[in-house]
T-cell receptor, first 113, second 116 residues
Framework: GDSVTQMEGPVTLSEEAFLTINCTYT??????LFWYVQYPGEGLQLLLK?????DKGSNKGFEATYRKETTSFHLEKGSVQVSDSAVYFC????????????FGTGTRLTIIP | GAVVSQHPSRVICKSGTSVKIECRSL??????MFWYRQFPKQSLMLMAT?????????EQGVEKDKFLINHASLTLSTLTVTSAHPEDSSFYIC????????????FGPGTRLTVL
């Protein structure tokens, strides 16, 4: 079945550091890929998505590129801020009309000033 | 953006009692809602898909008689944990899908259930 593997946390970085959170997936066909963010005390929010190979999703300075050859969707940001501290989830949605989201385990990110 | 609320945010109950968790879409109608369970340091696991006006579709391994789901209106779905036991203690999260062709799910803030 479908699965998502993302780097374990927690990750602690200094403000303005470069961020990479790795995510790889296993799925049949051509899934859609997502990054969700969960700020303290809030529900998961969609951060960005990509629906086909080589698509780049971007939002709030974060980027991720759908790499079919490496089955990856790594999250990157060039300069993180304290407000980026949150838990980040990589997820996929299979195709063929399947609405189910399969999530990774989440990566807790803490940015220190 | 679309807002989904959950009530209560946390609940503590005695073993053997039943607990109802509400999930509401506040500013949109949701024909489909999803219920997830999250264990500490683990991923969200889909429990069931709830469609308004019809029976929920449960994932393999989820007891439908244990976790009763009702989606009686386009803005409300409820999850009732019946005869709760300590192993049911977990973080329960709902999401709702905006209809009309989008694949985006909007998530509630979650409900922390502790069964003593």
């Amino acid at each position: 079945g479908d699965s998502v593997t993302q780097m374990e946390g927690p990750v602690t970085l200094s403000e303005e550091a470069f961020l990479t959170i790795n995510c790889t997936y296993t799925a049949t066909g051509y899934p859609s890929l997502f990054w969700y963010v969960q700020y303290p005390g809030e529900g998961l929010q969609l951060l960005l998505k990509a629906t086909k190979a080589d698509d780049k999703g971007s939002n709030k300075g974060f980027e991720a590129t759908y790499r079919k050859e490496t089955t990856s969707f790594h999250l990157e940001k060039g300069s993180v801020q304290v407000s980026d501290s949150a838990v980040y989830f990589c997820a996929l949605r299979g195709n063929f009309g399947n609405e189910k989201l399969t999530f990774g385990t989440g990566t807790r990110l803490t940015i220190i000033p | 953006g679309a807002v989904v609320s959950q009530h209560p945010s946390r609940v503590i109950c005695k073993s053997g009692t039943s607990v109802k968790i509400e999930c509401r879409s506040l500013d949109f109608q949701a024909t489909t809602m999803f219920w997830y369970r999250q264990f500490p340091k683990q991923s969200l696991m889909l429990m069931a898909t709830s469609n308004e006006g019809s029976k929920a579709t449960y994932e393999q391994g989820v007891e439908k008689d244990k976790f009763l789901i009702n989606h009686a209106s386009l803005t409300l779905s409820t999850l009732t944990v019946t005869s709760a036991h300590p192993e049911d203690s977990s973080f329960y999260i709902c999401s709702a899908r905006v209809p009309a062709g989008t694949d985006t799910q909007y998530f509630g803030p979650g409900t922390r259930l502790t069964v003593l």
